[in-house]
T-cell receptor, first 114, second 112 residues
């Protein structure tokens, strides 16, 4: 079974631009979570989607948003990019997200903001 | 904040067992212990998880103390490819999806 895939793997943007990252979960998984990893803050939870609805959200500004499609694929968007948004963005999927079922991570998208 | 305490770094000789400790003294009865690892700049890889019984899979063994306040991840025969940051995470296992809260983890270096 294929793992979680993320596209693109690398991205370079400039301040003020916006960016959209994509995540395809493991087949059959319906919950998708997004995390940001930076050297200073480590791995931090952004939000989680299940059945096209945002079910949980971390402590990030409104510039960070996401959505999930009926096939469980998910996208996250960052508007008005800042230098501090440079990070590894990770997507993780699980069957339903209930009862603490295991999350499996993709390889990440490395975003560099210049 | 992470609810676990791990050593910052550890070394292990190739071929020997790597024993990574984790302290989770405030763990609740409905919380699992999860272990993930992250090889440089890749996505975290799930290793194993447990509630109160010891667990073993093809990658590792998880030993949880009887009072559940600490645990040890054991890689039985460490190889150079096991060099990574290992995260011990405590997570509620009830209905609804609680996010993983990562601490700083333990940087394991496997030495030839």
């Amino acid at each position: 079974k294929a793992g979680v895939t993320q596209t693109p793997r690398y991205l370079i943007k400039t301040r003020g631009q916006q960016v959209t990252l994509s995540c395809s979960p493991i087949s059959g998984h319906r919950s998708v979570s997004w995390y940001q990893q930076t050297p200073g803050q480590g791995l931090q939870f952004l939000f989680e989607y299940f059945s096209e609805t945002q079910r949980n959200k971390g402590n990030f500004p409104g510039r960070f948003s996401g959505r999930q499609f009926s096939n469980s694929r998910s996208e996250m968007n960052v508007s008005t990019l800042e230098l501090g948004d440079s990070a590894l963005y990770l997507c993780a999927s699980s069957w339903t997200g209930h009862k603490g079922d295991t999350q499996y991570f993709g390889p990440g998208t490395r975003l560099t903001v210049l | 904040d992470a609810k676990t305490t791990q050593p910052t770094s550890m070394d292990c000789a190739e071929g020997r067992a790597a024993n990574l400790p984790c302290n989770h003294s405030t763990i609740s009865g409905n919380e699992y212990v999860y272990w993930y690892r992250q090889i440089h700049s890749q996505g975290p890889q799930y290793i194993i998880h447990g509630l109160k019984n010891n667990e073993t899979n093809e990658m590792a063994s998880l030993i949880i103390t009887e009072d559940r306040k600490s645990s040890t991840l054991i890689l039985p025969h460490a190889t150079l490819r096991d060099t990574a940051v290992y995260y011990c995470i405590v997570r509620v296992a009830d209905s609804g999806n609680t996010p993983l809260v990562f601490g700083k983890g333990t940087r394991l270096s496997v030495i030839a």
